[in-house]
């Protein structure tokens, strides 16, 4: 008999998850009814959703004359002729380094703003914040006030709550179909495509891409709204690696509005400073007037967008009341911490990280301005024949074969003088009906375009080194003199 008690039954993992609370991955949101605001804040975001839907809509209307033959439209991601054209720059599907480059601007100079203004992308210029206000705007119109909206949406259904929304939806859809329909003029010529929509000959390719970006600003901009900021959109994340104390972010100045309460009719601000309460009334119009739901007083957070319209409200609000503005304001952290002391600290704009980014962009736009400057017009690739690597013919001669692109980057059709250094006695001929043959080749290309030929290389018995030689191919532009060169090998038993 033991004299030890026994020991506890294991608890099973299964016993134990149950009797914790389940973790559950999304959050449910009360609906957010963004109330109207005015102030300089919500001028800027009317300028900048002004500006950049005009440049969204008009841009694949504009025209750039380049030639005959050659698109005119300023901006056009050209499929078909894999082409890219932006106003006098063309760029070729070899040539896609370029568009690296530009998302590397794109990346750092978000990173710029960021570190210096937090997170105004997402406020001002992310397309989801633009379009979502668009849609809000139309809602405000059609439904009225946020308290309307409200009241709206909890009454019964009827026939006045059924055409309102109806109308909101039918004019949703309308900017959405706009919306997609414009994307696609990015990608085909605008005025051609828009004769074919009116004509019902357009593609049902054009048609399903269209739908599926205006099915998605519908979605996004109509349904998910905040959400999209909140739970998708990967960028609310990587914003904290980007800011530091030195940032201007939306910001309460707790030291002034600590501890919040209404204020009464009877009170007078000396009242409520011997009360200890603060110049905060706690009307929570700067959570009613963002677009994402959030209260700035509890601090930074994740669902901040940093458009700033808290501030006009709560700009506002100070001034009915008789007390200073920029309760609620951009400013740093930094100056914060220092203005809880009755000092302020001094604006640092050139940090580190500020420095490191603004020299990659400019290192980066200043080679692909200089690469954009000096590129040629002629390019030349050489692929060998590696099956057989050579023949040998009756009389010793050693052959052979290579296929050449020569790729014309101007507007006009071109002759090239084409030869092979490194060779001696080398003696060139090109499979074609009209053949030719001698030291040098002479050849055309159609204007913007690529002319392939098969090229054989043969070498006198004798002349040919043992195995593998370096050689050159030269492709000279008769008219402007420019030479394309490409190395490749020549091989010999």
Request: proline share 5%.
């Amino acid at each position: 008999m033991s004299l030890t008690s026994p020991a506890p039954a294991a608890q099973t993992p299964a016993a134990h998850d149950a009797d914790q609370p389940r973790e559950r991955w999304f959050v449910h949101r009360p609906k957010v009814y963004a109330a109207d605001v005015h102030g300089r804040f919500r001028r800027l975001k009317w300028l900048a959703l002004a500006v950049l839907l005009g440049v969204y809509y008009v841009t694949p209307w504009l025209r750039w004359d380049r030639g005959p033959g050659i698109p005119d439209q300023a901006v056009l991601v050209d499929m078909v002729g894999r082409r890219a054209y932006f106003f006098w720059i063309e760029i070729w599907p070899q040539e896609v380094y370029y568009l690296t480059g530009l998302l590397i601007i794109g990346a750092f100079g978000i990173f710029f703003a960021t570190t210096l203004l937090g997170r105004i992308w997402c406020g001002y210029a992310c397309p989801q914040t633009v379009w979502s206000d668009l849609f809000m705007w139309v809602e405000r119109k059609l439904e009225g006030p946020r308290t309307e909206r409200i009241r709206l949406d909890k009454a019964p259904l009827s026939a006045r709550k059924l055409s309102l929304k109806a109308s909101k939806h039918v004019i949703w859809l309308a900017i959405s179909l706009v919306t997609g329909g414009a994307w696609i003029f990015y990608f085909n010529d605008a005025p051609t495509l828009l004769r074919e929509i009116v004509t019902g000959e357009v593609s049902w390719k054009v048609l399903a891409f269209a739908g599926l970006f205006a099915g998605t600003t519908y979605f996004f901009a109509g349904w998910a709204r905040e959400q999209i900021c909140i739970y998708v959109c990967p960028w609310r994340s990587f914003q904290a690696a980007m800011v530091d104390e030195d940032t201007y972010v939306v910001t309460y100045q707790d030291w002034r509005g600590e501890g919040r309460a209404p204020l009464r009719k009877s009170q007078s601000w000396e009242e409520r400073t011997a009360e200890g309460l603060g110049d905060c009334i706690d009307c929570k119009l700067c959570v009613h007037v963002c677009p994402t739901g959030t209260d700035i007083r509890k601090g930074q957070q994740i669902s901040c967008i940093g458009c700033g319209l808290c501030v006009d409200a709560c700009n506002d609000v100070m001034a009915q009341v008789g007390r200073p503005g920029d309760l609620i304001l951009f400013d740093t952290r930094s100056n914060q911490v220092a203005r809880a002391d009755g000092q302020a600290a001094p604006v640092r704009l050139l940090r580190p990280r500020t420095v490191i980014y603004a020299l990659i962009i400019l290192v980066v736009a200043g080679a692909m301005a200089v690469s954009l400057a000096l590129r040629p017009t002629l390019d030349v690739s050489v692929l060998r024949d590696r099956a057989p690597l050579y023949v040998q013919q009756s009389n010793g001669d050693v052959q052979n074969a290579y296929t050449i692109k020569i790729l014309n980057k101007t507007h006009e059709a071109r002759t090239y003088r084409l030869s092979v250094e490194g060779l001696a006695n080398a003696d060139l001929s090109v499979a074609s009906v009209d053949a030719q043959s001698g030291s040098s080749l002479t050849l055309t290309a159609e204007a913007d375009s690529v002319a392939t030929y098969r090229i054989f290389v043969r070498v006198p018995r004798g002349a040919a080194t043992s195995g593998s030689s370096d050689v050159t191919v030269l492709a000279r532009d008769l008219t402007s003199g420019e030479i394309g060169r490409h190395r490749s090998v020549f091989m010999a038993p």
